[in-house]
């Protein structure tokens, strides 16, 4: 019986294997939201400290999301192939190449940790925190990269709902160890800013043994045992050559932080701060998105694979209608309610003074982003993720931190957030030429004979 992702209408496809996916990245984006809100609670230092950790957790989810970017489509494009010892190969090396990385980010929390803390703050108790955080977060991060790369194999097999399940106890069990350990309840002792991270931790490590149980038990075909695996060098090379370019795209975003935190830095810290607040609301809104995408890389490589370039034009359809709606309400909320989304921070009049503003102008760009986002998922799936790469550096690097720059000097903090709808719009208009130009060379040519 062929796989579901040839045979199944698109329009219900896309929603059964994206809706659960969408669902659990929504949970996921709660980590960041629910520490910031508890620690905040806790105290200033605290959330201090965890912001400067947020660029290691941004980097630890690049490495680990760009590896199974990488599995999903060789997965899914072997799968479409019908060649199941392959498929069985990449999921294998997937693990492998997880732990592996797991291990840098690792050696990386015992020997650099502090260093890494001082470097942005002179306070001692802020970077003698910040330093306990990111040393918990990088030894234990094992349970991230496993747990992530077996979401994509479960995306790569038509089995999104059992991502959903895996992915939302992980971050259910961390929202409610989150408290208990900051605060020390029900005669814990407190931890504080220690216990957001073994809060953390726990959460991930839990969906990654889950995970594990949900492939051995439910996708038979799959078989992730190491007692058959033979490491190929060549395997690797297929999983990065997708894999690296999305690894770049998504640490884009952690050296865009810094960077506007050095445009930001001369106005004021505060300005630092709603730029954060905006980096984790905003995850609410392109989380969705991003959900979906992961679901059309399996649907558009599997069918790449199969040659069946019908399907693969519905689905490019459907995806950026749905994600054209999706930023569009995201849009509209940050539009409308701009100081209650900052409220959940306790914003002070100053911050909200500066945040109003940013987040509505910010949010124009939103469609645009999504748009972009889309496209970026298909040339990924269609194993063009170079091209991948140049749009999301654009989107996130090479435009808007000079159009910050520029802007902030000539007309001050206000103008300076326009260089995100300006980016934005100008790397949707890019990504749509691009998508002309491998829709021609990539999926017009296939065999029409192979259509379901």
Not at 6 to 26: V, W
Not at 38 to 49: C, G, I, K, P, T
Not at 420 to 446: K, N
């Amino acid at each position: 019986m062929e796989n579901k992702m040839g045979t199944m209408p698109m329009k219900k496809l896309l929603a059964t294997m994206s809706l659960p996916i969408m669902l659990s990245m929504l949970i996921q984006a709660c980590y960041n939201i629910v520490d910031s809100m508890f620690v905040a609670r806790y105290s200033q230092d605290a959330l201090a400290a965890v912001s400067l950790a947020f660029p290691i957790q941004m980097l630890i989810i690049a490495v680990s999301v760009g590896t199974a970017v990488g599995v999903n489509s060789l997965l899914a494009r072997r799968l479409g192939e019908g060649r199941m010892e392959a498929v069985n190969q990449a999921g294998q090396h997937g693990i492998i190449l997880a732990l592996l990385s797991s291990a840098v980010f690792a050696l990386f929390g015992l020997s650099g940790a502090r260093m890494f803390a001082d470097l942005f703050t002179t306070s001692e108790a802020i970077a003698s925190q910040a330093a306990q955080y990111i040393g918990i977060v990088t030894v234990f991060c094992f349970g991230v990269f496993v747990q992530i790369v077996m979401e994509r194999i479960m995306q790569a097999t038509g089995n999104a709902v059992y991502n959903m399940v895996m992915q939302g106890i992980g971050a259910l069990v961390n929202i409610i160890l989150d408290p208990i350990f900051i605060f020390g309840l029900f005669g814990l002792p407190e931890m504080g800013i220690t216990g957001a991270a073994i809060a953390t931790v726990t959460g991930q490590i839990l969906a990654m043994v889950l995970g594990a149980w949900i492939i051995h038990k439910k996708i038979p075909f799959i078989h992730l045992g190491l007692h058959h695996f033979h490491f190929s060098l060549e395997t690797c090379r297929q999983i990065y050559s997708v894999g690296f370019p999305a690894i770049i795209m998504q640490s884009v975003a952690s050296v865009m932080t810094l960077g506007m935190n050095m445009i930001l830095m001369p106005y004021s810290e505060l300005a630092i701060s709603v730029y954060s607040v905006y980096a984790k609301l905003q995850q609410f809104i392109f989380m969705p998105v991003m959900g979906m995408n992961s679901a059309l890389i399996a649907i558009v490589g599997y069918n790449y694979g199969a040659q069946k370039k019908q399907r693969i034009y519905q689905a490019t359809r459907y995806s950026l209608i749905a994600a054209a709606v999706i930023m569009a309400v995201g849009t509209f909320l940050f539009q409308l309610a701009p100081q209650t989304l900052l409220g959940m921070f306790n914003a002070s009049a100053e911050m909200l003074e500066i945040g109003i503003p940013a987040l509505k102008t910010i949010s124009l760009s939103f469609v645009f982003a999504g748009v972009s986002i889309v496209l970026c998922s298909i040339f990924q799936a269609l194993d063009d993720g170079m091209l991948s790469l140049w749009v999301s550096l654009g989107r996130q690097l090479i435009l808007v931190l000079p159009l910050a720059w520029l802007l902030s000097a000539w007309g001050g903090l206000n103008r300076l957030w326009l260089a995100f709808v300006i980016s934005e719009a100008i790397c949707m208009l890019f990504s749509i030429a691009m998508y002309r130009r491998v829709r021609v060379r990539q999926i017009d040519g296939l065999n029409p004979d192979l259509e379901a």
